[in-house]
């Protein structure tokens, strides 16, 4: 360790990281201590171009720059005196000569470094007469980046985060000195899974996504803390809400998890919160066959008048339920109890895979797989194979992954049987041959915890309400096992007290629950991440 001094202040870091990265560590930067930068990122390798971090640094004839400069123990930096203002001025002063004065227009507005920096350390009047020299507006990069190359600060972010990250370069630096512009190399797209990001790490109004761009100013969102749901990563996100609508989602730091990224079709997971198929109405099959939309408590009534008359008709074995990945840790145990409770001869999940890579998109197409398997539910095809037997009579399904899995082929497997009960966020082929459906909550709907695939057990909060009546899963079963008269239900359901239960009962998440987890997570018992 080393030990540095900064306007003052005496700060103890580890001994060859650059001044910035320093200050990063300690979570400092721009809070507390504030050097400006556009081109040094916390997750990319150092480019020294932007020259807006210069501090002063004791013993040295001229400025230097802090993303570059490693820390020496007893180095005294100073960063607020006017020598470092007057160059910080001038940097300022030299990007915004050509850069376009747009900013009511620009989609960025609101959330730009340049906007930012340009009042709190650039100069109040531009010098320059000439022309802001011409650029291209709108160029289309690819399926999801627009580029207005006039507004760039060739910071070369994106450059590097396509070199580093998803490691398809496609970007570059063309021509010299003030005609030097960013462009895709002849004949590339920007097209990788992880292409968004150099919207997000622009610090300028340059790059923005297709799907957000002129949606809505960003003044009008408030950005909850929440994680993805698109695989079992669980990348956490800030959601962009307004309206009691979801607008979009960006990564949110956590370096145990995503560092600061998220993959694209994480991204656009947000729109199945609001979108067109969720589930909007709790339905029974009538003695005609079809789906009739009736309240809440009247299905749920019904389904346990169903489960009811099974059990007394074929005995308790004859149900099996299936846990879903999207459920929540909370959900999933007053689950595992419930059926535990009951007498059900067999339970498993199922859980849809997919694509996969070595950065963050897993195999697992849902946040909570491998909270469901600690909490004693292994693979469905337990299950299936006893429906396919005929041991099972009745089912009670949470989500649509069964189907999504191929864990059965259609769900006319499931025709034959007396009693199918399905909890789900949105519409699937399950209605087909459910006997009750009931529509629950998402994740960015409800309190609760899930466990990504490397153990660590994350939160979420409800961000918006439905606009339909549902519940959270463990509060559907909660009233449930109430109205079939289980030992332990009384039809009451407190997320934070279940989760403090799950705490105290299984020995993988001891002192873990909605309180304790905190914004960044804890690893479960066993787990180092």
Known sequence: MAKLIIDGVTYEVAEGRTILQALDDLGLLMNGVDIPHYCWHPKLTIDGSCRLCQVEVEGFPKLQIGCNTPVKDGMVVHTKNDRVKKAREGVMELLLVNHPLDCPICDQSGECKLQDYAFEYGVPHARTEEPRRALKKRVDLGPTIVFDQERCILCRRCIRFCREVPKTGELGIFNRGDHSVVEPFPGAKVDNPYSMNIADICPVGALTTKDFRFKIRVWFLEEPQGICTG????????????NNLVYRYVPRRND????????????????????????ERSMLRGADGTLDAVPYERAIEEAAARLRRLVQAKGAGAIAGVASGFASNEDLLVFRRFLDALGAGA????IATGEADDLLIKAEKAPNGAGARLLGFPDASGVVERIRSGATAGLVVLGRDLLRSGAIASEHELAKLDTVIVLDTHRSELERVAHVVLPVRHAAEKHATYTNVAGRV??????VEPRFEAWADGEVLSRLGALLGLAGFDGKY??????????????AFRGID????????????????
């Open 347 to 350: 339970s498993g999940v199922a």
């Open 494 to 507: 407190d997320v934070r007290a279940i989760s403090r239960a799950l705490a105290g009962a299984n020995p």
């Open 458 to 463: 994350q939160r979420t909060q409800p961000t």
């Open 256 to 279: 145990a998890v995503n560092q600061t990224w998220i993959c694209d079709a994480g991204r656009m997971t947000y729109a199945e919160i609001g979108a067109p198929d969720r589930l």
């Open 231 to 242: 695989c079992a990563n669980g990348c956490n996100v800030f959601l962009g809400v307004a």
């Open 514 to 529: 909605l309180e304790s987890v905190g914004d960044q997570g804890l690893p479960v018992a066993g787990e180092a991440g």
